[in-house]
């Protein structure tokens, strides 16, 4: 290794506090590389693998090939972590250059004759060896793993299959990027008290902060979820609320460098040509096979049997926003951008609740005591501020996680604020998997990370959430904690690496304890005068938790069934998108006041990468699971009952991919799941 590798942090152990890579040290430049040396070493691991006289084994052939590439693990991670969380030109430019050299390895390793030989002996004999069910689980992963990227192709269609892969991969980075630039570019500056009309001192709080961290003075309305739905439901300048409304829509659809249209339309194209190789009709049914549903037909009548019921909902609401907009003195039509505003003052009226009233009950610092809390009661856990451990950013926090038993867990890294470097959304991620046969041969412990994009408060003043940012907050350490929680043998079944359409069950369902009135009034406390919310206000909150979600229930469904239909085109040639967005909408009769959660030019979930492509739907299908498997607790009369608990972290939390996911959840629920407590959860079914 030459003076300058051996001085490249990304290929050093990590050896920190927390066992944290050595995240001040790292500068773009390293990543290339670091990579190639990486890329090299894996390879020859491979090859051995591959070169061994001695007929393959499980052991000689599966656990190696799970445990190797461990450096290569290292430096992806941390590559992936910055490049989406702490991002500048510099290693936006590495992601774009090593963008195809890594796709490409990974065709290499997929379509490796020798290996795939040896993996596939072992397979065929599979039910002949005696294997534990953990070990057959790994090895039928693996195989399918090969199968599904191309190993069983002719050497023709491999070269192609490669090639698509590279383009892919480039193609998804560029428009991740697009995206991220229309959001950072964009800034809505409020001039004056007119501009600031009816905005309570939260949201004015959180534009001013947003001025400041752009060297502004004032305020500014940026596209950060946190900030841009406070914006359209407070302000009283309907003109401003339909400029910042336009810009969050058209997001990737503006003439010019991020122009996401063209990119998003060579995907399709590209992933049609990778369906068709597979000898699937449409790409839809290409990735489908490896899901819980199975098939299209399947996705579509779940969404189907929402979709009648939240439409017409949403006709009733829209009613009632017309009525209060005629009754102040407003012209029709309801438009999008008028929506989330009458539906604050609807909810005013009807439930004397609005969300300037809640968010006092809900700074930051409260509800992560509030997760943290609850990860104890459910399973045990504490978290332990590690003040002296660095992370990438000032804003992230890291802690040590600590079991039942007092041992050590993983580490868990928070990283809650938007910023002009880091990418919309909220996500968990991994610096490192749990494993039990590492790639050193040793226990692996979990490095597992949570990004919210929350608009910062101001200094000196906390961060207030809104309910729903809050269950956000939730949402993603119920994601965290899948990872924290897992216990299995091998990196390829750890954690959150589950077929699609389970992965959102665990995090779903860790939701239903932000709104239990118990855990409410212990940490949902007023961040001036640290009363705990009052009874009444939690009664308010009740009673409308039903309200507008026919309007919610459309927009992410309505971006579902567009997503399941652009993967189900069966022409060579992708569409043009906004055009067959707006068909299939209006063949469903979209309202246009309501709109959709994600329109195609920056559906990222789509096309930054492929993982949920023809998955959207997974977000409703985790919902039927986490619905009725929360039953189990109101059953027990106690949302901490300790059996329940229990059976939940080894049934669900702790064996990450080490069970079918249909049996895992069986094995939680002692039953297939019912669709009807979902139904009924959104108001959507009688009684």
């Not at 299959?161 to 480039?170: D, G, N, P, T």
């Not at 039509?333 to 604050?344: H, N, V």
């Not at 669900?652 to 249909?662: L, V």
Request: aromatic letters at 10%.
């Amino acid at each position: 290794m030459s003076p300058q590798l051996q001085n490249n942090p990304l290929l050093q152990d990590w050896t920190g506090p927390c066992g944290l890579p050595p995240f001040g040290q790292i500068a773009a430049a390293h990543f290339a590389p670091a990579f190639e040396w990486a890329l090299d070493a894996h390879r020859a691991e491979l090859n051995a693998i591959a070169a061994q006289a001695e007929p393959a084994t499980f052991d000689n052939t599966l656990v190696r090939f799970d445990a190797s590439g461990g450096l290569l693990g290292r430096v992806a991670h941390v590559f992936g972590t910055l490049a989406a969380s702490a991002t500048n030109p510099e290693l936006q430019a590495a992601q774009r250059m090593l963008a195809a050299p890594l796709a490409a390895h990974n065709s290499w390793v997929y379509m490796h004759a020798g290996l795939f030989q040896r993996v596939n002996a072992v397979y065929q004999a599979r039910h002949g060896l005696g294997l534990p069910p953990q070990s057959l689980r790994l090895l039928e992963r693996v195989h399918l793993d090969f199968v599904r990227a191309g190993a069983q192709l002719v050497p023709a269609e491999q070269a192609r299959y490669a090639v698509l892969m590279s383009r892919l991969a480039e193609l998804h980075t560029r428009f991740g990027q697009n995206v991220l630039a229309d959001e950072s570019a964009y800034q809505l500056q409020l001039q004056g008290e007119a501009d600031l009309a009816g905005l309570p001192e939260f949201v004015r709080q959180a534009a001013s902060q947003a001025a400041a961290d752009r060297g502004l003075a004032g305020h500014v309305i940026t596209l950060s979820r946190s900030l841009i739905v406070p914006f359209l439901t407070f302000s009283e300048r309907r003109d401003l609320r339909e400029q910042a409304y336009a810009a969050w829509v058209s997001r990737g659809a503006h003439e010019g460098a991020t122009d996401n249209r063209a990119i998003a339309r060579e995907i399709l194209t590209l992933r049609q040509e990778q369906a068709r190789l597979h000898g699937h009709a449409c790409y839809a049914d290409y990735a489908l096979t490896d899901t819980m549903a199975g098939s299209r037909q399947a996705v579509l009548a779940l969404l189907e049997q929402v979709w009648a019921p939240a439409k017409a909902a949403a006709a009733l609401e829209q009613q009632a926003l017309e009525a209060m907009m005629q009754s102040q003195g407003q012209v029709l039509p309801l438009r999008a951008w008028d929506w989330r505003f009458y539906t604050e003052k609807v909810r005013k009226a009807r439930y004397d609740l609005d969300e300037a009233e809640v968010k006092p009950y809900f700074p930051l610092d409260a509800m992560v005591q509030a997760l943290f809390d609850c990860a104890q009661r459910l399973f045990g856990l504490r978290f332990i501020a590690q003040p002296a451990a660095q992370g990438y950013h000032p804003d992230v926090k890291v802690y040590e996680v600590h079991g039942a038993e007092g041992g050590l867990r993983g580490v868990f890294l928070q990283d809650n604020f938007a910023r002009m470097s880091k990418r919309s959304g909220a996500w968990m991620n991994a610096l490192q998997w749990q494993a039990r046969q590492g790639s050193q041969g040793v226990n692996v412990l979990p490095i597992i990370l949570n990004n919210n994009n929350f608009a910062k408060g101001v200094p000196g003043q906390p961060t207030l959430l809104s309910f729903d940012d809050t269950r956000t907050l939730f949402h993603e350490f119920g994601h965290g904690l899948h990872g924290l929680l897992s216990d299995v043998e091998f990196e390829r079944l750890s954690g959150t690496q589950v077929l699609r359409d389970f992965v959102e069950f665990p995090s779903q369902m860790f939701e239903h304890w932000m709104a239990e009135p118990a855990v409410l009034k212990k940490h949902a406390r007023h961040y001036q005068t640290g009363e705990a919310i009052p009874d009444a206000l939690l009664a308010k909150l009740k009673a409308a938790a039903l309200f507008n979600q026919g309007y919610e229930t459309l927009r992410y469904t309505a971006s579902a069934l567009v997503d399941l239909a652009v993967h189900s085109l069966t022409d060579m040639q992708g569409p043009e998108v906004q055009a067959f967005e707006a068909q299939t909408l209006a063949a469903y009769g979209l309202p246009d006041a309501v709109g959709v959660n994600h329109r195609l030019t920056h559906f990222q979930h789509l096309f930054a990468g492929s993982s949920y492509a023809s998955g959207y739907y997974v977000y409703m299908w985790a919902e039927v699971l986490e619905t009725d498997g929360f039953e189990a607790f109101v059953e027990a009369g106690d949302v901490f009952d300790p059996a329940v608990a229990r059976r939940l972290l080894d049934c669900i939390y702790a064996t990450g991919n080490s069970r079918e996911p249909g049996e895992a959840f069986r094995a939680f629920r002692g039953r297939d799941p019912r669709v009807e407590p979902m139904l009924k959860a959104r108001g959507l079914q009688a009684g």
